[in-house]
């Protein structure tokens, strides 16, 4: 930018003059003239007051800490009061305040606009109207994408300086057209052949390859492949936690049915309750003996419902005393 460029659009007027009767010096506010001391106000009253109640601690050295004062408390009387101490009126704005005084602005007639430099033709300046013959030959292109899926590849890329698009839809369907048509039909005979069960839903694809492209950025780097795909990520760490939890559940079920049928078992297999329903009964023998025969009722449960067996047991000492 020239140094002589003026770039204020605006500029005081230089005619203009401050008028006489212009103060400057006027406060912004002044006290009010109305306002009167509220009835009951104690002028005389500090404040402050010393506490009464407070005494000189004994350990209190006048000529290392000084003078003892007995420490400031509020003034009990300023509590009942309107207020304590000098009254001042309160401030209002002042009616002929003006400030400092400032001519009024006006147009600047140095003013020339925003600076901007000159524009020249570019000579670097390119267009497709024009014939590249300049441009050096290249064999390679480069595309710059966003998307989640990697691995993502391209082919049949056409370079032409031809502007009539009917030749290059003719020439888009002579070359690729006819690949496209046979890569088609290979996947629908592939699949034919595959049969039904195993054909692969646009879902399942879609799924195997965002799996595929979670784990290669995984390897390299965790963070950002969580962060690409936190739902998915998500999801696995659900069938990771999941997994552990399911089998742990199951386990306990199972356990808790074996228990249970075990003891159902050994009650249905027969567990013998004995109960003495008879007592002891002498009888005699033919040879003037005694013999003792202890009586006992044995209810049996089994398979078959419960029994009841009655069963006589002679006393072994008294049969050989006999």
Request: charge should be negative; include cysteine.
């Amino acid at each position: 930018m020239p140094e002589d460029w003026v770039t204020e659009k605006k500029i005081r007027d230089p005619d203009q003059r401050k008028p006489d009767d212009w103060d400057e010096s006027a406060p912004k506010q002044i006290d009010d003239p109305n306002a009167v001391m509220p009835e009951g106000w104690l002028e005389g009253e500090p404040l402050t007051i010393e506490d009464p109640d407070a005494t000189k601690p004994e350990t209190w050295n006048d000529e290392e800490a000084g003078e003892w004062k007995a420490p400031q408390i509020p003034n009990p009387k300023c509590k009942e009061a309107p207020g304590c101490g000098p009254w001042h009126p309160p401030h209002i704005d002042n009616p002929e305040y003006k400030g400092p005084w400032l001519a009024d602005l006006i147009d600047n007639p140095l003013y020339k606009g925003e600076w901007t430099p000159k524009k020249i033709p570019n000579p670097e300046h390119f267009t497709t109207d024009s014939i590249p013959a300049g441009i050096a030959p290249f064999s390679t292109l480069f595309f710059e994408l966003w998307t989640v899926n990697a691995n993502a590849m391209f082919d049949n890329i056409l370079v032409t300086t031809e502007t009539n698009l009917e030749l290059i839809d003719n020439f888009t369907k002579a070359t690729h057209g006819l690949k496209s048509e046979r890569e088609k039909a290979a996947e629908k005979a592939q699949a034919k052949k595959l049969g039904e069960h195993e054909r692969v839903s646009p879902e399942s694809q879609f799924t195997l390859e965002a799996l595929t492209a979670f784990w290669d950025i995984f390897q390299s780097d965790p963070i950002k492949a969580v962060t690409n795909f936190p739902i998915l990520f998500g999801c696995i760490m659900m069938v990771i936690i999941g997994i552990p939890v399911t089998l742990f559940t199951v386990s306990m079920m199972g356990s808790s049915s074996t228990v249970s049928t075990a003891t159902q078992s050994k009650k249905d297999d027969g567990e013998t309750d004995t109960k003495e329903k008879e007592p002891e009964v002498v009888k005699k023998s033919a040879g003037g003996g005694e013999t003792v025969v202890k009586r006992q009722r044995r209810t049996t449960r089994g398979s078959e419902g419960e029994a009841e067996v009655e069963v006589e047991k002679v006393d072994s000492d008294e049969t050989a005393n006999n």
